[in-house]
């Protein structure tokens, strides 16, 4: 659940080996929102945390604030580093790249305007340097991860689309 900026992830239960993985926060999700700033098990308080292109990884405490199940409070930030801007980059550079091999009609295929919205997104994103002041950063960064998500979320067409397209006209 997603509610201030700040997103509230539930287990259904402790991982037994006190770790919990969430992808569909990973530096590669459709779903981030920004950079992962900081990690909080509510009832205990902030926890050590990675976050790579495959997931979130938080080292949960022996100490259980609870016995029913970890909520994390997992908050972003817009500042981001130009390193994070080149993870991204290589990421959506390799998901364009299968894109356009399979752009066309019908099921199966990318729609174009979303990938020519991802290949701007990296071609504004490569002309970022190392001297880029950090708002200019920042925007390249999440308009990348914008382009990125929307082609991971919504550019493949599936089966009966155009019944989709046509309902809306009406």
Known sequence: MQKNGVVYATALGWPTDGVMELE???AASPYCTGKVACVELLGYGPLEFSCDETALTVSLPEEKPNEIAPVLKVAFT?????????????????????????????????????????????????????????????????????????????ALMKGDWWKTRSSRRT
């Open 78 to 154: 817009e500042a981001v580093a130009y390193e994070d801007l080149q993870v991204l980059l290589e990421l959506a550079d390799m998901k364009l790249e299968e894109a356009r091999m399979h752009v066309g009609h019908g099921s199966g295929f990318y729609q174009s305007d979303y990938v020519e919205r991802l290949s701007d997104a990296c071609g504004n994103a490569r002309e970022i340097g190392l001297e880029t002041d950090g708002e200019a950063l920042s925007l390249a960064f999440l308009t990348l991860q914008q382009a990125y998500s929307a082609l991971s979320l919504d």
């Open 24 to 26: 569909c926060l990973s």
